[in-house]
């Protein structure tokens, strides 16, 4: 199993900027893909972003694309995921999931262990 935790979300007006990050530990970092889901009241969760166990393929889902980056950093054990001109729709509880395995996907079900999600709150 692999332990997740994040950090990295608050409140910000829009227009502004977080880096959410997501420490992991566990397994061996590079083994498995790591994804960033959100999830809005009274909605599901879905997937933001997406990154491989070498980081050298990523996935944006179409709504924020342009807007976020995700990466990883081998030598901390962390992935990170840059908003940029947050939106009040980008309001969520943000969380990380690895998925034991080092190709990406964005089913939720393919992820198996996750973190207790950090809150980002956009006001306009």
């Known amino acids: 199993q692999v332990q997740l935790v994040e950090s990295g979300g608050g409140w910000v007006q829009a227009g502004g900027s977080l880096r959410l990050s997501c420490a992991a530990s566990?397994?061996?970092?590079?083994?498995?893909?790591m994804g960033w889901f959100r999830q809005a009241p009274g909605k599901e969760r879905e997937i933001v972003a997406a990154?491989?166990?070498?980081?050298?393929?990523?996935y944006y889902a179409d709504s924020v694309r342009g807007r976020l980056t995700i990466s990883r950093e081998t030598a901390k054990n962390t992935v990170y995921l840059q908003i940029n001109s947050l939106k009040p729709e980008d309001t969520a509880v943000y969380y990380c999931?690895?998925?034991?395995?080092?190709?990406?996907?964005?089913?939720?079900?393919?992820?198996?262990?996750w973190g207790q999600g950090t809150q980002v709150t956009v006001s306009s």
């Open positions: 990154i491989s166990g070498n980081g050298g393929i990523t």
């Open positions: 999931a690895a998925r034991l395995s080092p190709g990406i996907t964005t089913l939720n079900a393919k992820y198996d262990s």
């Open positions: 566990g397994r061996t970092f590079g083994d498995y893909a």
